[in-house]
């Protein structure tokens, strides 16, 4: 069997599971052949134990079974959270099969355009997998180009940019993918500090500018659609919902209001209102007032 049409097999698993929470092996039959996932054909046993092993093996989630019902579930559905490489895996995954087994439709699937840089993944992980130093020639918008040999900590997918977190040998800093120019994988070899987070050095951060603004409190007010809109789709890991009305809700936030997140939010216009601090209310009035200017 082609492996395109496995992936779907797998997909259609962890899809029912998360949808359905626990089903027992009959009820998954009963939907696999009304689904014709098979053409109409029953998955077997065998078939059922090989496709849960191979789920964990690429995705990491634990498919178990109840003893006392016998039902199968998703043992530990954190693994798909929004932001881990499991779910992207998924989601990536789930949208290629879908668009493989819709051709006739591409005319009305529209994408978002993805800069230039992607190419550039295959050696940055490798590098990264295998602890070998890259060294990247970088050009920064209006500045001249130049080469740096890195160390390769992380990747982080960012508003349809790809961004490399690395260690110079002096600092950590960020390159984005579409401004490196080459890529060339060194002899060096390096180790990745046992004591390193990409997670936790993006904690404090949205998006991917981590410098030394403060940490803030900052409360926003939504309004309109807002709201739900932040509900489904949170700035941030410390946002939780304060207060609500008939015509707006209040979330609170601890972050860094960098140049990243002040963009967001002004993003939203009349939509959102920053309650506090004060200073970041006042900056972003004064953005907004020189906005205003040039019009």
């Known amino acids: 069997m082609k492996p395109a049409k496995i992936f779907q097999q797998y997909i259609w698993l962890v899809t029912l599971l998360r949808k359905h929470k626990r089903l027992t092996l009959e009820e998954i039959n009963q939907r696999w052949i009304g689904d014709k996932v098979i053409d109409g054909k029953p998955i077997t046993r065998t078939s059922f134990y090989r496709h849960k092993d191979a789920i964990l093996n690429m995705f990491g989630i634990v498919i178990e079974c109840e003893p006392k019902t016998y039902k199968y579930y998703i043992a530990n559905p954190s693994v798909l959270d929004d932001d881990s490489i499991e779910r992207w895996m998924l989601s990536t995954l789930?949208?290629?099969?879908?668009?493989?087994?819709?051709?006739?439709?591409?005319?009305?699937?529209?994408?978002?355009?993805?800069?230039?840089?992607?190419?550039?993944?295959?050696?940055?992980?490798?590098?990264?997998?295998?602890?070998?130093?890259?060294?990247?020639?970088?050009?920064?918008?209006?500045?001249?180009?130049?080469?740096?040999?890195?160390?390769?900590?992380?990747?982080?997918?960012?508003?349809?940019?790809?961004?490399?977190?690395?260690?110079?040998?002096?600092?950590i800093a960020t390159y984005s993918l579409d401004r490196i120019l080459s890529v060339e994988l060194s002899d060096e070899t390096f180790e990745m500090p046992a004591d390193f987070s990409p997670q936790e050095y993006f904690s404090e951060y949205f998006g991917v500018t981590a410098d030394q603004t403060p940490m803030a409190h900052v409360v926003i007010r939504a309004y309109d659609w807002t709201p739900d809109y932040f509900r489904t789709l949170p700035f941030h890991h410390s946002q939780r919902e304060i207060s609500c009305t008939d015509e707006y809700?209040?979330?609170?936030?601890?972050?860094?209001?960098?140049?990243?997140?002040?963009?967001?939010?002004?993003?939203?216009?009349?939509?959102?209102?920053?309650?506090?601090?004060?200073?970041?209310?006042?900056?972003?009035?004064k953005i907004l007032e020189d906005s205003l200017n040039k019009y």
């Open 249 to 285: 809700a209040d979330f609170a936030l601890d972050i860094r209001p960098t140049p990243d997140f002040v963009g967001e939010l002004i993003s939203y216009g009349e939509s959102l209102e920053v309650l506090e601090p004060e200073e970041l209310r006042l900056k972003i009035r």
């Open 94 to 171: 789930t949208v290629n099969t879908a668009l493989s087994n819709s051709v006739s439709l591409k005319d009305r699937i529209l994408l978002e355009n993805v800069p230039a840089g992607e190419e550039y993944l295959l050696a940055m992980i490798e590098a990264m997998r295998t602890g070998r130093r890259l060294q990247i020639e970088y050009q920064r918008f209006g500045a001249e180009s130049y080469k740096k040999v890195v160390s390769p900590y992380s990747l982080k997918l960012f508003h349809r940019r790809w961004y490399l977190l690395a260690f110079t040998g002096v600092h």
